[in-house]
């Protein structure tokens, strides 16, 4: 593999001028080359082996693709259900930004390199995305300004790829008692191809971030997905994730909670089916005195799929008065499926209020047998045991328009 990515790199970047940006990206392609995909040899990956993924489901991965050409937007893709401004990938490559609905003096995108903002990690998966990102975007919204419309962010891939890495990057500065919502759609029409999105987001004092993840189409492709959010004094962060289409998925949350009074929520579902194999890892770190900090995930898994959920809260020494609490549920409806929590509590301070649970078990017979004295036929029963399980998560969103939509998708209003 060495060999190739170092001319797949070769040949994406070849006319580029700018040699603190090459260098960078030289400095992270090295370090993807010295770790490889992440294996079960490290921790953090020891229930999802991307590199055995990858082998069996896509085999050799391609580095480089052309993206010289314009690629048209199918206008069928596009949302209908609420007025919102867009930001287009296809095949990694922005070919959209619309924020119509905005003032223009109060969101400014930058196409920038900006090394400030970068984040310098050990995760090989993000050295890959630094390394063939091709642009680096800036979107930063100005003091006092809240969005009128949510920004919806969608990652389209064609069928003329196969077998091929699409690495996106996007970078959100919040200034203060600013607010930003954003829903995430993925939508495939490639198999087999591993698409890698990094997002920071860094949350001045008062800011506010919505963010809704939804991967529900159908498809084969592997894909990782990384946030990293940081928050100053009294910002909060809401993540939603719906997890569902792809063949694998793993969306991964680091969460800096900075700032007195800053909080984090992070909510997410798993509706599993066919040999999918999805994971959800959190990391909150409670830095500062008074806290907060909230998770709650279910699963519900048939024929043969599996789930992960790995979610640490740390609590550093100076972090008294830290409220951190985080509990996961699945519901088996196969002997096959498989869920695997891991829910971790890494404590420095003696004055805090954490705690955290995991429970796994197949659904209530009696609940059944109840509805369906009620008129309810068997299948009917099983459909509304389940979306009343969902149900409790899918509350939790307090973006009633967002939250709408969501249930439509998971088709929770019938």
């Not at 070769?10 to 700018?18: A, G, L, P, Q, V």
């Not at 995909?37 to 391609?62: A, C, M, T, V, Y």
């Not at 922005?94 to 984040?119: G, R, T």
Request: glycine share 4%; net charge neutral.
């Amino acid at each position: 593999m060495e060999n190739k990515i170092k001319i797949d790199f070769d040949k994406t970047f070849k006319n580029y001028s700018s040699n603190d940006e090459l260098d960078f990206k030289k400095n992270n392609l090295e370090n993807f080359i010295k770790e490889g995909l992440p294996g079960r040899k490290l921790e953090s990956w020891k229930f999802s082996d991307l590199n055995q993924i990858i082998n069996k489901n896509i085999g050799e991965l391609n580095f480089y693709i052309d993206q010289s050409k314009e690629n048209l937007i199918d206008n069928a893709l596009i949302i209908k259900d609420f007025d919102h401004n867009k930001i287009v990938f296809i095949n990694g490559k922005v070919e959209e930004l619309d924020f119509s609905f905005e003032d223009k003096d109060k969101v400014k995108i930058l196409k920038e390199f900006d090394m400030s903002i970068k984040i310098k990690s050990k995760n090989s998966l993000l050295n890959l995305n630094n390394a063939f990102c091709k642009n680096f975007y800036k979107i930063n919204i100005s003091k006092n300004y809240t969005m009128n419309k949510p920004l919806i962010i969608y990652h389209v891939s064609t069928n003329n790829i196969s077998s091929t890495t699409l690495n996106s990057q996007l970078n959100f500065i919040l200034e203060e008692n600013s607010s930003l919502k954003i829903v995430d759609i993925y939508e495939d029409k490639s198999e087999k191809n591993f698409i890698n999105t990094f997002y920071n987001f860094i949350l001045k004092e008062n800011a506010i971030l919505k963010n809704f993840k939804i991967d529900k189409l159908q498809n084969s492709n592997i894909k990782y997905s990384y946030n990293n959010i940081d928050q100053l004094k009294n910002s909060v962060s809401e993540t939603f994730i719906l997890s569902n289409g792809s063949k694998f998925l793993k969306n991964e949350i680091n969460c800096n909670l900075n700032g007195q009074y800053s909080s984090a929520f992070i909510n997410g579902v798993f509706s599993l089916d066919a040999d999918k194999h999805h994971e959800i890892r959190t990391s909150v770190n409670h830095l500062v005195e008074n806290t907060k900090s909230y998770q709650l995930i279910k699963s519900v898994l048939d024929d043969k799929s599996k789930s992960v959920y790995q979610g640490k809260i740390y609590v550093s020494p100076n972090a008294q008065k830290t409220d951190g609490y985080q509990l996961s549920k699945c519901i088996l409806l196969d002997k096959n499926t498989e869920f695997n929590a891991k829910p971790e509590l890494e404590i420095y301070a003696d004055d805090v209020k954490c705690s955290h649970g995991s429970a796994s078990g197949s659904l209530n017979e009696n609940s059944i047998f109840y509805l369906r004295s009620r008129g309810l036929n068997y299948k009917q029963a099983k459909k509304l045991l389940i979306s009343g399980f969902f149900l409790d998560v899918i509350e939790k969103i307090t973006d009633e328009e967002i939250k709408s939509f969501i249930k439509k998708t998971m088709e929770l209003n019938q």
